[in-house]
């Protein structure tokens, strides 16, 4: 389940994700801003730089991590 929210409406440390026709969803992590970053690319751990206009929606999700251990 995913709620649509513009960019203003993601806090830092909200994950959120976009459909791409050529790679799928991409999964992100809204970060502090700092030295042309604001997001962590989930699938690969990238920082990346979102150019959001006021307008567009992002998918806000919920992630869940599991720990299993021996």
Not at 25 to 33: A, D, G, R, T, V
């Amino acid at each position: 389940m995913y709620t649509k929210v513009t960019w203003d409406k993601l806090q830092q440390g909200d994950f959120f994700f976009i459909e791409f026709e050529e790679y799928g969803s991409l999964i992100y992590q809204k970060i502090s801003e700092k030295h042309g970053y604001n997001t962590v690319l989930l699938n690969t751990g990238e920082l990346c730089q979102i150019y959001a206009s006021p307008d567009k929606l992002y998918n806000k999700v919920t992630v869940s991590f599991n720990i299993h251990g021996d």
